[in-house]
């Protein structure tokens, strides 16, 4: 009921099953003290009363700090980071401000990836430090910190391997469960000469945080898992093994666990394993492998694929990929899990005539549904049951969100520089700057909000506008102007976060910028 009689509102409290949105409602209640004593459902009242000011006509997003670098900045949760991670600001106040500056170390100490971890606890761990928000940071010279997210502070590190060098990290299972993946081992000269094969690919070391614990570390052998294995990864507790022949493999890790763990590692305590003896996390020791897998496990899934690999998700469980033919470039099949069965309709091809392909992907929402966006429509699909039969599915477009396109406003005639004149012969492409394009699609998951960033020019510079969608819906509820210029030709990332855009973009001179803007209401309260 939203047309409620204020005279009514007035008179009785509204039942709770049928208690307005309204924002007003909300504060009235609370200064009243009638709100929940759930801190869950607090703060999903005040996200509900965030998003309807944000949506309204006289909110704007004024830019209020801007910031260059000479490398690559971050953002997550809050936090802006530059110079690899060295730099830590803070996007939660009215203007950015610096949360912290870590010492400036040498190239072989910097930090080349990082996660941020942080989330509320079911209960209290005895180490009062283990349960801060922290940022998990990997330095060229194999060691894992565990920084303060707030201070920089080292609450504690530890040494990977004085013998593999790490690289990335990723979660398997956020924020519980993560990773350290080592760079690719090749065969040396001396191994060549000598005849000798390095059948080891890689090492993963898996991890459990708050706190933080070993799980164990695996090597990545060629003789288990096949001499075309290129890559792996770890997500929601599967190992995913990809090969040079687009191939995937799919490997339960729990099964790996169980069967080849050898012995439980705990950090700091003494270790005599594999022939070498020292303490597990200690330089020079590092983490010894004690997951060793012999033979080949289980195989849960395998897939060809042409190009962009394979996603699972959905309800019920789904994967998208593209077949292993070049026939099928540029189509998305999306098929059951069960048997493998492409579902009804669920070849989905834009047949985009642009220079930059379509994107597909589940939603980050957790709906089941499916974004599959282009420069020119951004269809939001769902999976179904078909009618006739329950265990077979169909694909539904739930809605589509339509970028405006005005082929009048093109010029068909075009006069070169020497004045000849010359006759647009060609058709026009679905990214063709004259027109409205889709260039991101992202959730803000706490205002229930699909962001898009789509792209205009004016005479030579492009201009671009995040718009804000209602994500049950596809309806349009704002459009809020980006004043820095789009150039196609540098990287841009846009990112809005409750009440704060961030617009990160590459700019000439290979340098990078940061502009932030905040939420801003323009009407008076003065009568």
Same mark, same amino acid.
């Given at each position: ?9 007035? /008179?009785?409290? @509204? ?5 307005? &949105? ?35 006509? !006289? ?7 801007? &910031? ?12 802006? =980071? ?6 830590? =600001?803070?996007?939660?106040?009215? +203007? ?20 941020? $971890? ?13 349960? &801060? ?8 010279? %194999? ?31 956020? @924020? ?16 060549? +000469? ?10 993963? /070391? ?8 070993? #799980? ?29 022949? &687009? ?16 012995? *439980? ?42 190009? !962009? ?25 999306? $098929? /059951? ?5 492409? /579902? ?34 951004? %269809? ?5 049951? *078909? ?23 093109? @010029?068909? #005639? ?16 679905? !990214? ?10 992202? =959730? ?26 209602? %994500? ?8 809020? @102007?980006?004043?820095?210029?789009? !150039? #196609? ?39």
């Amino acid at each position: 009921m939203n047309g409620l009689d204020s005279s009514l509102m007035c /008179a009785q409290r @509204p039942p709770a099953r049928t208690r307005t &949105k309204n924002s007003c409602a909300f504060l009235t209640l609370r200064s009243y003290g009638l709100s929940s004593n759930d801190f869950g459902k607090l703060l999903g009242a005040n996200l509900k009363i965030l998003r309807n000011i944000i949506l309204q006509d !006289d909110t704007e997003f004024i830019k209020v700090w801007s &910031k260059t670098s000479k490398s690559l900045i971050s953002y997550e949760s809050g936090r802006i =980071y530059f110079d690899n991670y060295r730099c830590c =600001y803070s996007s939660l106040l009215p +203007q950015p401000e610096r949360l912290y500056e870590l010492p400036k170390s040498p190239k072989t100490e910097k930090i080349e990836d990082s996660l941020l $971890c942080q989330c509320p606890l079911g209960n209290v761990l005895p180490n009062a430090s283990d349960q &801060k928000p922290c940022l998990l940071a990997l330095t060229a010279n %194999n060691w894992l910190y565990r920084l303060s997210a707030d201070t920089g502070q080292t609450l504690q590190r530890v040494y990977l391997s004085s013998h593999f060098k790490f690289r990335s990290l990723g979660w398997d299972s956020s @924020p519980e469960t993560f990773y350290v993946k080592s760079i690719q081992s090749k065969q040396t000269t001396l191994e060549r +000469q000598a005849g000798v094969d390095n059948n080891i690919l890689m090492r993963l /070391a898996i991890f459990q945080v708050f706190p933080l614990e070993l #799980v164990g570390m695996l090597e990545i052998n060629k003789r288990v898992f096949g001499k075309t294995v290129v890559d792996v990864l770890l997500s929601q507790g599967v190992l995913a093994v990809s090969h040079s022949s &687009k191939h995937v493999k799919l490997y339960s890790f729990e099964y790996i666990l169980k069967k080849f763990r050898i012995e *439980e590692l705990t950090l700091g305590h003494q270790c005599d394993l594999n022939g070498s003896r020292g303490i597990v996390g200690e330089a020079p020791y590092g983490i010894p492998v004690n997951i060793h897998i012999h033979e080949c496990p289980p195989v849960l899934f395998e897939m060809s694929y042409f190009e !962009d690999g394979v996603q699972i998700g959905g309800h019920p469980w789904h994967y998208i990929y593209t077949p292993n033919h070049k026939r099928h470039r540029g189509t998305h099949h999306i $098929c /059951a899990m069960t048997d493998g069965a492409v /579902a009804k309709n669920g070849v989905q091809d834009m047949k985009c005539d642009s220079l930059e392909s379509d994107w597909i992907f589940f939603h980050p929402d957790d709906s089941g549904r499916i974004i599959h966006a282009g420069p020119s429509t951004i %269809n939001v699909l769902k999976i179904m049951a *078909e009618a006739s039969c329950d265990w077979k599915y169909e694909i539904v477009t739930e809605f589509s969100i339509n970028a405006a396109r005005d082929n009048s406003a093109i @010029p068909q #005639v075009i006069v070169t520089s020497s004045g000849r004149t010359v006759k647009r012969r060609f058709q026009l492409l679905d !990214d063709d700057p004259f027109q409205e394009t889709f260039r991101m699609v992202k =959730y803000e998951d706490e205002l229930d909000l699909l962001a898009v960033i789509d792209i205009t020019h004016a005479e030579v510079e492009g201009q671009a506008h995040l718009r804000l969608h209602d %994500n049950r819906k596809g309806v349009l509820m704002k459009r809020v @102007p980006i004043k820095e210029p789009w !150039d #196609v030709t540098y990287s841009h990332e846009v990112y809005f976060d409750r009440d704060t855009i961030i617009h990160m973009v590459q700019e000439k001179n290979n340098t990078f910028g940061c502009h932030v803007y905040k939420m801003k209401r323009t009407h008076s309260d003065e009568p």
